[in-house]
C-alpha cells in the first residue's frame, strides 16, 4: 500500500555529544525531502566545520528509505558520513533525541496542527530546548557544549540563539 506524503511537517536532528538539536521544516514526508534538506544543512556548515552532519541515526520510517544516499557527497562522490538505524520500537536507541522530541511536544502538543509552523519559529522552539541545562552535561546546555565543540558561527549559520535560563519556555 502505498502513502500519501504529509504536508507541512518537520524532521529533527540531533547532535549526541552535546544533545544539540535543530528541526526543519519539510514540505512533505518523503525521502527525496528529507535528504535534500540535510543537503542543505551539509551546505550551510562546511565552511565551518564538514564533520558536523556526517553520520546519521535514522528510525524506520518511510522518509528515511534513501539515507543512505547521505553517506557519499555529491559533488566528490568520497564516502563522507555513515547512515545507521535504530531497532523497531527502541525509543532508548535515540535517547537524547527522544528526550528533545519530548521538549518540543511541551511548547507544540500532538493534536495541534504543524501547518502554520514556519522555520523562523521552529529555531525559536528549538532555541528554547537548546538553552535548557542538563544534568547530563553537567549542567551544561547543549548550546554551550555546541558552541564548544563547534564554534558560534556554526550556530549562527543554524539560526539558533541562546535564551537565557530565566526566559526560557518549555511548558506542559
Known amino acids: 500500500m502505498e502513502r500519501k506524503p504529509i504536508k507541512n511537517t518537520y524532521s529533527q536532528y540531533t547532535i549526541p555529544k552535546s544533545k544539540f538539536q535543530i528541526g526543519l521544516i519539510l514540505n512533505s514526508l518523503t525521502s527525496f525531502e528529507v535528504n535534500r534538506k540535510i543537503r542543505e544543512l551539509q551546505r550551510l556548515v562546511k565552511p565551518f566545520n564538514s564533520n558536523i ?29 555513515h547512515v545507521f538505524y535504530t531497532r523497531p520500537y527502541c525509543s532508548g536507541d535515540k ?20 501547518n502554520n509552523l514556519t522555520q ?3 529555531n525559536l ?3 528554547h530546548i537548546n538553552s535548557y541545562p542538563r544534568k547530563s552535561l553537567e549542567y551544561k546546555t547543549p548550546y554551550e557544549v555546541f558552541s564548544e565543540l563547534y564554534g558560534e558561527d556554526v550556530i ?17
Open 95 to 114: 535517547g537524547s533525541c527522544e528526550r528533545n522530541h519530548e521538549f518540543f511536544r511541551y511548547v507544540i502538543k500532538n493534536w495541534i496542527s504543524l
Open 53 to 81: 552532519f556526517k553520520d546519521f541515526l535514522c528510525d524506520n520510517g518511510i522518509e528515511f528509505d534513501d539515507a543512505q544516499e547521505l553517506e557519499v557527497d555529491e559533488e566528490t562522490a568520497e564516502v563522507v558520513g
Open 156 to 172: 549562527n549559520q543554524l539560526d539558533i540563539k541562546k535564551i537565557e535560563f530565566k526566559d526560557l519556555k518549555l511548558k506542559k
Open 120 to 122: 523562523e519559529s521552529l
Open 125 to 127: 522552539i528549538f532555541s
